[in-house]
């Protein structure tokens, strides 16, 4: 056996099928090996562009949520609470956005002007969501803030635990059976 030299000028070798040598590589070079697989995988789709946020739904809960009778406000109130779901640590929560950055929590009569929806319309929509399990309300200070159920609608991979907690026993929980 040969001995090895006591420094070496590289860590390792990338080496084709014949046993070619094609690249040497030396100590803080990265190095991505992208299989044939995924160079196929990847000419097929698309990603999704990040700087556009999106909702998920999930399928479960959306066969629960065609079997629920909505009013046209609370239809309306839902679709437009969607783009407002909030990510990380306000996860769950309706928030403002200015400049892709978080503005603060959207309380009812704020949600309800960009629903528009008033007064006790606005009343009633909120208590019916509330029944259906679609939303909670958070008393902080004055303002009442609005928490989405994560069972049916989430942004990212991840909610709080006070989120979990908060709906656990929610008929859309899926999760735990």
Known sequence: MLALPRKMPYEGFIVDTNGTICKEINAGDKVHITRASQIAHNQKYMKVNKQYT?????????????????????????????????????????????????AGFLNINEMGK???????????????????????LEQVGRDKYIMVNPFIFMKKNEITCTQ??????????????
Request: charged share 20%; with cysteine; proline share 1%.
């Open 54 to 102: 999106f909702t998920k739904l999930f399928c479960r809960a959306s066969d629960i949520l065609s079997t629920i009778s909505f009013t046209p406000n609370e239809t309306k109130f839902i679709f437009a609470m969607l783009s407002h779901i909030g990510f990380g640590e306000f996860s769950g929560y309706l928030i403002k956005i200015q400049c892709n950055m978080f």
């Open 114 to 136: 960009i629903a528009n929806i008033k007064g006790k319309t606005l009343e009633r929509v909120i208590a019916g969501l509330q029944e259906k399990e679609i939303i909670q």
């Open 164 to 177: 979990y907690e908060k709906f656990k026993n929610s008929k859309f929980n899926f999760w735990n059976k």
